[in-house]
């Protein structure tokens, strides 16, 4: 493998089957990569984040929760403020969308410990109610 060092930027070669370079080639034209470089960072990034958040959850990162729920559905609302009222060191912020009379998006930015993140989103996306959530993740330092 040849590695050259031009502007903080190491190349590097990959060897892939034709197949799947094509197939590679467009689903990153679909997205809008201006080349492969692009979305191999992307993709070498996620996989950084992914290997992060599963091996040392003592570190810290930052993640938003979104979820979409029914707030007729019996105590939801007190048991959600609850839970977040209990983590006020973690949440960052809040947005709260009426999607319709029954049905609201509610999106959750925190930031620390990424036990206690896994933790608080379990617990909220746990509740009866919520018809759909979903923790996204990074690390600070990708």
């Known amino acids: ?14 060897a892939l ?17 201006r080349n492969r470089s692009e979305a191999v960072r992307d993709l070498v990034r996620a996989f950084l984040v992914e ?6 959850l003592k570190a810290s990162g930052i993640a938003s929760l979104t979820i979409i729920y029914d707030h007729h559905s019996g105590s939801f609302m007190q048991k959600m403020a609850s839970i977040q009222h209990d983590h006020p060191g973690l949440i960052r912020s809040t947005m709260h969308t009426h999607i319709d009379h029954h049905t609201c998006l509610e ?12 933790k608080l ?3 909220i996306l746990a509740l009866k109610g919520v018809k759909h959530g979903k923790l996204v993740t990074t690390g600070k330092d990708i």
């Open 1 to 14: 493998m040849q590695v050259i060092l031009m502007d903080m930027v190491v190349r590097t070669g990959v």
């Open 17 to 33: 089957p034709p197949q799947l370079l094509d197939r590679f080639d467009a689903e990153i034209r679909k997205k809008g990569y």
């Open 51 to 56: 290997q992060e958040w599963s091996g040392n």
């Open 107 to 118: 999106v959750i930015v925190l930031d620390g410990k990424m036990a206690q993140i896994r």
């Open 121 to 123: 989103a379990d617990s």
